[in-house]
């Protein structure tokens, strides 16, 4: 498999996933602002968003991926489509039990979420009546994260990498159709998740009925429980769900720290994230689809030398595009909030809110992308205790950060802490690879980060010095041209990035890449 050719299928589909996502948004700030009732939404949604990364795509992804390819490796077909089954009944089994004791207990679940809310009857009402509309949500997505874990061991990457679209779909038409027809219109965007979990179901049944993987539910889950394979996955899943539970833990304690905070914080907090969410998608979870299965069955394989080049290999790309990203996000932070959410409601002060944010979640970034890249090579090893151990160490730190940021600069302190939170995590992580001997890096990393810096130096200038000959705030009357102006800073920025790499000796053919 062309590993390269499958990073750009994956981007390509995260690209679409990524722009419907920002068109999302962008409606969301128009028609919503950021007030107390867009926060009472972010804070509903982020609860069964935290269950689903905790009990599907995070934790079970990890724990799965690696023993589906072994199982498919080793043991044939016949055998890893008993193990999806078994798994499968389990865990529908499990989650639908687990979305039924949310909707019940959903007024004490917003309470420990947002303790902030709790003097703000109606909007403390409308957090609850979301998050018991949206609970099922995690239901359906874990369901999606199985097909994606098995689509993605047969290599089929475009399914998993475009379900992300449906729901971004569902928001924009909920948006634009159902709100103004609603008597609480932001009640729509709770309805757009529900319905956006189906349709990420619905288009993944076909694509595993074609391989043959289409898993049978069980009504009596005590012959799954029966099966080894089935116990490995959930005794992987142990550790797993408490190592993703960190971050989620990270999280609950931010968007709480962020409720008591001014009106609005918690959505100047995740316009930024959804702005980092665009490189993050395109290259750090596309690189971690890909690179999990293929470390998986270097290892099943007993190759060690291919394991640590595809290491090296998603290491490299990472420093080349991520960096940049980086840069690009605190040079042009203005230009891109003023451009993406400054219409209607959201006003030039929330502008400046979010681009505080942004500049303080960008010092994260190239840490935030290479988690995804670096963690895979303890997943893949089935080695998940690592990671928990160091992300324990970052929750504290994190939290020890905030007590020092938040009081000097507010929501922006939660967002550095996160930053800063990811650069320790992703250097433990390195750390512990380099030290077990799991990665040697291969020659020429010194010379590859000096031209690296020559060139993204080149790339924040040119940045800095374009962007200031506009005034992207009085633009808001002109959006076309805000537009227009965005676009040519940023294509003229990429354009001396890429430049200055080639004629540096960078060329496309080094960063190619095949597995078996």
Sequence with gaps: MNLYRALVTISGMTLLSRITGLLREFLIARAFGASAYTDAFFIAFRIPNLLRRLFAEGAFSQAFVPILAEYKNQRGDAATKELADHVATILVWALVGTSLAGILAAPAVVYLIATGLKDEGEVFNATVMMTRIMFPYIGFMSFVALAGGILNTWREFRVPAFTPVLLNLSFIAASLFLAPHL??????????????????????????????????????PLVAWRDPGMRRVLKQMVPATFAVSVGQLSIIINTNIASRLENGSV?????????????????????????????????????????????DWGLR??????????????????????????????????????EQALIAYGVGLLGLILVKILAPGFYAKQDIKTPVKIAIGVLIATQLMNIAFVPWIAHAGLALSVGLGACMNAGLLFWGLRRRGIYQARAGWALFFIKLAGAVTLMAGAALWSAGHFNWIALQAHPLQRIGALALVGVACGMIYFAA???????FRDFKRSTA
């Design 317 to 354: 790309l990472t420093f080349l595009l991520a960096l940049p990203a980086a840069v690009g996000l605190a040079t042009l932070s203005e230009p891109l909030t003023t451009t993406l959410f400054h219409y209607g409601k959201f006003s030039a002060a929330a502008v400046g809110k979010t």
């Design 501 to 507: 790499l080639f004629a540096m000796g960078f060329r």
């Design 183 to 220: 008597k609480q219109p932001v009640y729509a965007l709770a309805i757009a998740v529900f319905i956006g979990g189906i349709l990420q179901l619905g288009i993944q049944l076909p694509a595993l009925k074609k391989i043959g993987m289409l898993p049978r539910i069980a009504f009596n």
């Design 267 to 311: 959505s100047w907090l995740n316009y930024a994230d959804r702005l980092m969410e665009f490189p993050t998608g395109m290259l750090g979870v596309a690189l971690g689809t890909i690179l999990l299965p293929s470390l998986s069955k270097a290892h099943a394989d007993g190759d060690p030398a291919e394991y640590s080049a595809l290491l």
